[in-house]
């Protein structure tokens, strides 16, 4: 199965996805440098629940260089403005340099810290974003929930990244090596949470390294 779905993203990958010059530089340059950013398949999912939600209020939990951010940018009404989230010092210094390299330093609010924190104190201000983008550190999701559901509108998306893990997630706990065992029981505890809430209906797909899309009833 996972080799099929490797198929399936090689494929994905090699057809043309219509980004602009800048953007596929910048694919290509956090690829050389080791920085994660999604993939083809996730790309393409974003891009179509982009276009279908035309949400104007865009929160991302994870900026990374920037890259998503910017990328989702792309594709959102010019009114749109995406709020994200960096932990990272050195990340979210570059993600700055590249938001002004290409003018986007206007609809970009970035906020830099850690995410449980800042979750938390937007929630306590009555925040409230119609699409919700989390590509973070994939053992604190479960920490995240209950502060984004209150973040995110009645009608309101959350996609989130990386569920399947490299297809670890599938695994049983017992083949998992002893330093993934944390995440891996957290990942399933995140999963878990997701597709019994009752305030969301959850769809996992197997899009890049897994999406769940989520909308808030």
Same mark, same amino acid.
């Given at each position: !199965?996972?080799?099929?779905?490797?198929?399936?993203?090689?494929?994905? #990958?090699?057809?043309?996805?219509?980004?602009p010059e800048y953007l596929t530089d @910048?694919?290509?340059? /956090?690829?050389?440098?080791?920085?994660?950013? &999604?993939? +083809?398949?996730?790309?393409?999912?974003?891009?179509?629940? $982009?276009?279908?939600?035309?949400?104007?209020?865009?929160?991302? =939990?994870?900026?990374?260089?920037?890259?998503?951010?910017?990328? !989702? $940018?792309?594709?959102? /009404?010019?009114?749109?403005?995406?709020?994200?989230?960096? +932990?990272?010092?050195?990340?979210?210094?570059?993600?700055?340099?590249?938001?002004?390299?290409?003018?986007?330093?206007?609809?970009?609010?970035? *906020?830099?810290?850690?995410?449980?924190?800042?979750?938390?104190?937007?929630? %306590?201000?009555?925040?409230?974003?119609?699409? &919700?983008?989390?590509?973070?550190?994939?053992?604190?999701? &479960?920490?995240?929930?209950?502060? *984004?559901?209150?973040?995110? =509108?009645?009608?309101?998306?959350?996609?989130?990244?990386?569920?399947?893990?490299?297809?670890?997630?599938?695994? %049983?706990?017992?083949? =998992?090596?002893?330093?993934?065992?944390? *995440?891996?029981?957290?990942?399933?505890?995140?999963?878990?949470?997701?597709?019994?809430? +009752? #305030? @969301?209906?959850? !769809?996992?797909?197997?899009?890049?390294?897994?999406?769940? =899309? %989520?909308?808030?009833?």
């Amino acid at each position: !199965m996972m080799v099929e779905h490797e198929r399936f993203e090689s494929f994905l #990958e090699s057809i043309p996805d219509g980004l602009p010059e800048y953007l596929t530089d @910048l694919e290509i340059e /956090n690829i050389k440098d080791n920085i994660p950013i &999604i993939r +083809k398949g996730s790309q393409r999912l974003i891009r179509f629940m $982009l276009e279908m939600k035309k949400p104007l209020n865009i929160l991302e =939990v994870g900026t990374a260089t920037g890259f998503s951010t910017i990328f !989702m $940018l792309e594709f959102l /009404n010019k009114k749109a403005k995406i709020t994200t989230i960096e +932990k990272m010092e050195e990340r979210a210094a570059k993600a700055e340099e590249n938001f002004k390299k290409f003018d986007k330093s206007k609809r970009i609010v970035l *906020i830099k810290g850690d995410a449980a924190d800042i979750l938390s104190e937007l929630a %306590s201000k009555d925040k409230t974003y119609d699409f &919700i983008f989390m590509d973070a550190a994939k053992g604190q999701y &479960i920490n995240f929930f209950e502060n *984004i559901k209150k973040l995110l =509108v009645s009608g309101g998306m959350l996609i989130t990244d990386n569920m399947l893990q490299e297809g670890r997630l599938l695994d %049983s706990r017992y083949t =998992v090596v002893r330093r993934d065992r944390t *995440i891996h029981s957290r990942m399933r505890e995140y999963v878990n949470a997701l597709l019994t809430d +009752k #305030e @969301l209906e959850t !769809m996992l797909l197997e899009s890049g390294d897994g999406m769940a =899309v %989520s909308v808030k009833k």
